[in-house]
């Protein structure tokens, strides 16, 4: 079945203690991207991936790292959590190109809370 | 400037139709989208529209595009509870290429 992987599904850890969220698709996906969702704002990109080792910054990526050693892994990195990215975190991939075939598919969401 | 706006509830009662709207910033988006999001669960694709479309019918789904006014609508006749969820409207600006830039998402909640 195609989709996308991620975990934890839920993780609650303190302020400081660095945790890794990791996200595997199996489509042969170039484009990966984490979101972050919070109420009234809706899902904010951290950062993204075009391919393999090429990543890039999205609109709210303070705090956050990402790597793309491999095609089907892009795992979101908080080297130092804090309170204000308690959150729900989705992964995406998608082909690259723009348009109804080049869709996302989605991850089920980690939702992370920084005590 | 990529923008999205959505009014953030609607309540109707189950067999009303229900309207979602939505406005964008970037008319260079050629792809415009409707997501829908379920409790617990991430977002799947409800249905899109080409740009160059003022109209898309799917089943119970309408989608109206006013390009002038860069306003989006998402008509769903007929709603049942099963229709209760978080629906995400979304646009792809050119520059951004594969960058879907979402709304802060509408609750839709179905009255039985």
């Known amino acids: 079945e195609a989709q996308v992987t991620q975990n934890p599904r839920y993780l609650i850890t303190v302020t400081g203690k660095k945790l890794t969220v990791t996200c595997s698709q199996n489509?042969?996906?170039?484009?990966m991207s984490w979101y972050r969702q919070d109420p009234g704002l809706g899902l904010r990109q951290i950062y993204y991936?075009?391919?393999?080792?090429?990543?890039d910054k999205g609109d709210v990526p303070e705090g956050y790292k990402v790597s793309r050693k491999e095609k089907r892994n892009f795992p979101l990195i908080l080297e130092s959590p804090s309170p204000n990215q308690t959150s729900l975190y989705f992964c995406?991939?998608?082909?690259?190109?723009?348009?109804?075939?080049?869709?996302?598919?989605f991850g089920s969401g980690t939702r992370l809370t920084v005590v | 400037g990529e923008d999205v706006e959505q009014s953030l509830f609607l309540s109707v009662r189950e067999g009303d139709s229900s309207v979602i709207n939505c406005t964008y910033t970037?008319?260079?988006?050629?792809?415009l989208y409707w997501y829908k999001q379920e409790p617990g669960a991430g977002l799947q694709l409800l249905t899109y529209?080409?740009?160059?479309?003022d109209m898309k019918q799917d089943q119970r789904l309408t989608v109206l595009l006013n390009k002038k006014d860069k306003h989006l609508s998402l008509r769903i006749a007929d709603t049942q509870t099963g229709d209760s969820a978080i629906y995400f409207c979304?646009?792809?600006?050119?520059?951004?290429?594969?960058?879907?830039?979402f709304g802060a998402g509408t609750i839709l909640r179905v009255k039985s």
């Open positions: 529209i080409f740009s160059n479309m």
């Open positions: 489509m042969n996906h170039e484009y």
């Open positions: 970037d008319s260079s988006s050629t792809y």
């Open positions: 995406a991939s998608s082909p690259l190109g723009t348009g109804p075939n080049y869709g996302y598919t």
């Open positions: 991936s075009m391919n393999v080792e090429v990543t």
């Open positions: 979304a646009e792809t600006p050119m520059e951004y290429g594969n960058k879907l830039v």
